[in-house]
């Protein structure tokens, strides 16, 4: 019995405790984070430099064209690749073209409010389309079905399904491996009725050139490096910059977002050091299929 009651003792004070520190959060963001980094953890228990955890699924939606849903941590990223054919431009015949976009439905976070498209969100896709087309992941000739009449049009679309920071490099890592598990029908051009004919039962795989992978870090009042952040960091953060390689390691881009600086040329090498280490770590599991 007495053992039940100091059970039952400890059970509640730990509850208040709990809501102590929630209230304190919520009141005190910026302290409360001071607070973990002069122990050196974070408020998740992660390392400063350490990122979440990935997760990779392929091919679950069975009418796209290819798809994954991508974790990393409690981000959630699902892309499907949807392919249409159309006539390509006139200074370029032979190319096709990638249309990336992501979403961030108010659905996923209390911080997206409902209506068109976030200018966040419109960023975002800008950023991924030049991480697209710095890495050049594709050969967009490979795109071609027949020269200045018919090429392929890849719309690549990421939907945050649950935001808890980072999306950038959740949506990276989910429309590369949608795009990596994508099979296009093979297309056949007839000149005589200016028609495209699709095979029903033959596909090709995409001929991916490069698979970049990107991975942030937040600059914590000038002092502080703090790898893959999450929502609640990210409101605190001076400054984000964001490091893409390809999957054999070389640098596509370093980019800052954000009026903070980023200290010195230091960082900056620190944060591409760690990527490339990371890289190496979840290569095989990103790039498996």
Same mark, same amino acid.
């Given at each position: 019995?007495?053992?039940?009651? @100091?059970?039952?003792?400890?059970?509640?004070?730990?509850?208040?405790? #709990?809501?102590?520190? @929630?209230?304190?959060?919520?009141?005190?963001?910026?302290?409360?984070?001071?607070?973990?980094?002069?122990?050196?953890? =974070?408020?998740?228990? =992660?390392?400063?430099?350490?990122? =979440?955890?990935?997760?990779?699924?392929?091919?679950?939606?069975? #009418? @796209?064209?290819?798809?994954? +849903?991508?974790?990393?941590?409690?981000?959630?990223?699902?892309?499907?690749?949807?392919?249409?054919?159309?006539?390509?431009?006139?200074?370029?015949?032979?190319?096709?073209?990638?249309?990336?976009?992501?979403?961030?439905?108010?659905?996923?976070?209390? !911080?997206?409010?409902?209506?068109?498209?976030?200018?966040?969100?419109?960023?975002?896709?800008?950023?991924?389309?030049?991480?697209?087309?710095?890495?050049?992941?594709?050969?967009?000739?490979?795109?071609?079905?027949?020269?200045?009449?018919?090429?392929?049009?890849?719309?690549?679309?990421?939907?945050?399904?649950?935001?808890?920071?980072?999306?950038?490099?959740?949506?990276?890592?989910?429309?590369?491996?949608?795009?990596?598990?994508?099979?296009?029908?093979?297309?056949?051009?007839?000149?005589?009725?200016?028609? #495209?004919?699709?095979?029903?039962?033959? =596909?090709?795989?995409?001929?991916?050139?490069?698979?970049?992978?990107?991975?942030?870090?937040?600059?914590?009042?000038?002092?502080?490096?703090?790898?893959?952040? #999450?929502?609640?960091?990210?409101?605190?953060?001076?400054?984000?910059?964001?490091?893409? +390689?390809?999957?054999?390691?070389?640098?596509?881009?370093?980019?800052?977002?954000?009026?903070?600086?980023?200290?010195?040329?230091?960082? +900056?090498?620190?944060?591409?050091?760690?990527?490339?280490?990371?890289?190496?770590?979840? !290569?095989?599991?990103?790039?498996?299929?």
């Amino acid at each position: 019995m007495a053992a039940a009651v @100091a059970s039952s003792s400890t059970s509640t004070s730990q509850q208040t405790d #709990t809501l102590k520190a @929630a209230t304190f959060q919520r009141l005190h963001p910026r302290i409360y984070l001071e607070r973990f980094l002069a122990e050196s953890v =974070r408020p998740d228990g =992660r390392a400063l430099e350490q990122a =979440r955890d990935i997760t990779v699924n392929v091919g679950s939606i069975t #009418t @796209a064209d290819g798809s994954s +849903l991508v974790r990393l941590g409690d981000t959630t990223i699902v892309c499907g690749v949807k392919a249409e054919i159309a006539e390509p431009e006139l200074d370029s015949p032979n190319e096709g073209y990638i249309v990336p976009n992501l979403d961030l439905p108010a659905i996923c976070s209390p !911080r997206f409010k409902p209506g068109p498209p976030s200018e966040e969100a419109q960023v975002l896709s800008d950023r991924l389309n030049e991480a697209f087309l710095a890495s050049k992941i594709i050969d967009l000739s490979s795109l071609c079905i027949h020269s200045g009449k018919a090429v392929w049009v890849l719309y690549v679309d990421a939907t945050c399904i649950n935001y808890d920071g980072n999306a950038f490099d959740a949506a990276l890592i989910a429309l590369v491996a949608a795009l990596r598990n994508t099979h296009l029908p093979k297309a056949t051009y007839d000149e005589d009725t200016g028609l #495209t004919v699709c095979s029903r039962r033959e =596909r090709i795989p995409l001929q991916i050139n490069a698979s970049p992978l990107s991975m942030s870090f937040g600059i914590f009042e000038s002092t502080h490096l703090l790898a893959d952040p #999450t929502s609640f960091e990210e409101p605190l953060l001076d400054t984000t910059v964001t490091v893409v +390689l390809t999957d054999k390691g070389e640098l596509v881009s370093a980019t800052q977002v954000g009026l903070g600086g980023t200290g010195s040329q230091d960082v +900056l090498m620190s944060c591409i050091g760690i990527a490339k280490r990371r890289l190496a770590e979840v !290569r095989p599991q990103i790039y498996r299929s």
